[in-house]
């Protein structure tokens, strides 16, 4: 089964940036879409960026375009979130998953990951 892992989380000051994770523990990624979710204790899960199998395609949030970037290496099955300008809004526990249907922004996710907490101070 597909058992992804999302290092790179942390804390870091508001303007910061991190660079989050996400590889398959059992079996290469390379062929699927995939995508990011960020969640904060009540309230929705939010889509927060998706990239297609190849990398030609990338698709975000509104409230993150600009300063968030999806990219992949498909030599190391690992898909990537690099995170600048972070804003205190930005906390919240983020996944990474394998999108099954649909547009990459409206579609359907599983799989997910165990998620990584990334904190954002003032």
């Known amino acids: 089964q597909v058992q992804l892992v999302e290092p790179g989380g942390g804390l870091v000051q508001a303007g910061g940036s991190l660079r989050l994770s996400c590889a398959d523990s059992g079996r290469t990624i390379n062929d699927y879409n995939m995508g990011w979710f960020r969640q904060i204790p009540g309230k929705e899960r939010e889509f927060v960026a998706g990239?297609?199998?190849?990398?030609?395609?990338?698709a975000y949030g509104d409230s993150v375009k600009g300063r968030f970037t999806i990219s992949r290496d498909n030599t190391k099955n690992t898909v990537y979130l690099q995170m600048n300008s972070l804003k205190p809004e930005d906390t919240a526990t983020y996944y990474c998953a394998v999108h099954l249907a649909g547009g990459l922004d409206k579609g359907r996710y599983g799989y997910w990951g165990q998620g990584t907490q990334v904190t954002v101070s003032s």
């Open positions: 990239i297609s199998w190849s990398g030609g395609t990338t």
